[in-house]
């Protein structure tokens, strides 16, 4: 019989979990390297087009780009620096509506090794190792929004 090395079961370095609570910064909502664009699935572009009472056609029109095939939020040339459009000082104006992108941040597929997390999520974001720890099954819900 041939031998067959057991495979070790991987352990996450957030098992234990994570304390996050946003702080209301916006940093998340400022455009940067290759974090510079806010996807839409396709329940975003419809949730979105509710909130502004508008088709979806209209939405997609008037707020919308695709990259590399996938839809995402256009930028706004009369808005401020790279901040996403519709980012008011710190304040999503559209938080009630906002993409799953930025309902899942920071916990994305693409932070979730240490050095990415030290990198683009510990240096950038102050909610960081505020609030309550987020379990790691809640982590996974999130990672798993991000890559339906
Ligand atoms: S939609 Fe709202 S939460 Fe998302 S990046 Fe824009 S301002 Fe930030």
Same mark, same amino acid.
């Given at each position: 019989?041939?031998?067959?090395?057991?495979?070790?079961?991987?352990?996450?370095?957030?098992?234990?979990g994570i304390?996050?609570?946003?702080?209301?910064?916006?940093?998340?909502?400022?455009?940067?390297?290759?974090?510079?664009?806010v996807?839409l699935?396709d329940?975003?572009?419809?949730?979105?087009?509710?909130?502004?009472e508008?088709?979806?056609k209209?939405f997609?029109?008037?707020?919308c780009?695709k990259?590399?095939?996938?839809y995402?939020?256009?930028?706004?040339?009369?808005h401020?620096?790279?901040?996403?459009?519709?980012?008011?000082?710190? =304040?999503c104006t !559209?938080? $009630?509506?906002? #993409?799953?992108?930025?309902?899942?941040?920071?916990?994305?597929? +693409?932070?979730?090794?240490?050095?990415?997390? =030290?990198?683009e !999520?510990? $240096?950038?974001? #102050?909610?960081?190792g505020?609030?309550?720890?987020?379990?790691s +099954?809640?982590?996974?819900a999130?990672?798993?929004?991000?890559?339906?």
């Open positions: 019989m041939a031998y067959t090395p057991k495979r070790k079961k991987e352990t996450k370095w957030w098992e234990d304390r996050f609570e946003c702080q209301g910064s916006g940093n998340c909502c400022q455009s940067r390297g290759a974090y510079g664009y996807y699935t329940e975003d572009c419809i949730r979105m087009a509710d909130h502004f508008i088709s979806l209209e997609k029109q008037k707020f780009k990259v590399d095939g996938q995402c939020l256009r930028e706004d040339n009369d401020e620096g790279n901040d996403c459009r519709f980012l008011s000082g710190a =304040r !559209v938080y $009630a509506a906002r #993409p799953v992108q930025c309902r899942t941040w920071p916990f994305w597929p +693409e932070n979730m090794n240490p050095k990415a997390w =030290r990198k !999520v510990v $240096a950038f974001c #102050p909610g960081v505020k609030g309550k720890k987020i379990s +099954e809640k982590i996974r999130q990672l798993n929004l991000m890559s339906d």
